[in-house]
């Protein structure tokens, strides 16, 4: 069971605004930035937003981040057959003293 | 251009040893902390340890603490992981990434992984 919660799963169609949330706690999301990471089918994870709403050069700006208390949502807009993908949020812990990730959601764009 | 390259995984008893290698070009590694993330078959990510631009500041999650060590040489470019007392629920994809500066612990630029098979 991870410590930041994700829905399993999600879905779209084509061009529509998908999102995605990820619950933590106040010594998780609460203290601390959330990157959100895509992991496409059979390939490393790639950084998509990082401190909360900041997208690295390359990032299409149909990707967004916002953060609020202790939870997190990543927004899709515009959705593409290529965003079908696995998206974890992940975030620093103080208890635990680690990087968490949540479990995961998956996008199937419909 | 940034890139990092693992090495070192492959099929391990349990209770053995590997170590696996990270090295890394496109930027000066002293400069950066650095973090290991797994991946089990078919499973989500799990963080597994970073380390500080100087290696002076090192965390592991729980399920690795006292079995693996991080450890790194800047003058080599390299990150490792020793990974000992291995069992069958550390068989996964191993990634190393760097962090966004040098006390930061998210991974940002990834590498491909290595795979680590434990079984007997």
């Known amino acids: 069971q991870s410590v930041l919660t994700q829905p399993p799963s999600a879905s779209g169609t084509p061009g529509q605004r998908v999102t995605i949330s990820c619950s933590g706690t106040s010594s998780s999301i609460g203290g601390n930035y959330v990157n959100w990471y895509q992991q496409l089918p059979g390939t490393a994870p790639k950084l998509l937003i990082y401190k909360n709403n900041q997208r690295p050069s390359g990032v299409p700006d149909r990707f967004s981040g916002s953060k609020s208390g202790s939870s997190a949502s990543l927004a899709i807009s515009g959705l593409r057959s290529e965003d079908e993908a696995d998206y974890y949020c992940?975030?620093?812990?103080?208890?635990?003293?680690?990087?968490?990730f949540g479990g995961g959601t998956k996008l199937t764009v419909l | 251009e940034v890139q990092l390259l693992e090495s070192g995984g492959g099929l391990a008893q349990p209770g053995g040893s590997l170590r696996l290698s990270c090295a890394v070009s496109?930027?000066?590694?002293?400069?950066?902390?650095m973090t290991w993330v797994r991946q089990a078959p078919g499973k989500g990510l799990e963080w597994v340890s970073a380390?500080?631009?100087?290696?002076?500041?090192?965390y592991y999650a729980d399920s690795v603490k006292g079995r693996f060590t991080i450890s790194r040489d800047n003058s080599k470019n390299t990150l490792y992981l020793l990974m000992k007392s291995l069992r069958a629920d550390d068989t996964a994809v191993y990634y190393c990434a760097r962090a966004f500066d040098s006390g930061d612990s998210y991974p940002y630029d990834w590498g491909r992984g290595t795979l680590v098979t434990v079984s007997s």
């Open positions: 380390i500080s631009d100087t290696g002076t500041v090192i």
């Open positions: 992940a975030a620093w812990d103080h208890n635990l003293s680690g990087v968490m």
């Open positions: 496109g930027f000066t590694l002293r400069n950066y902390g």
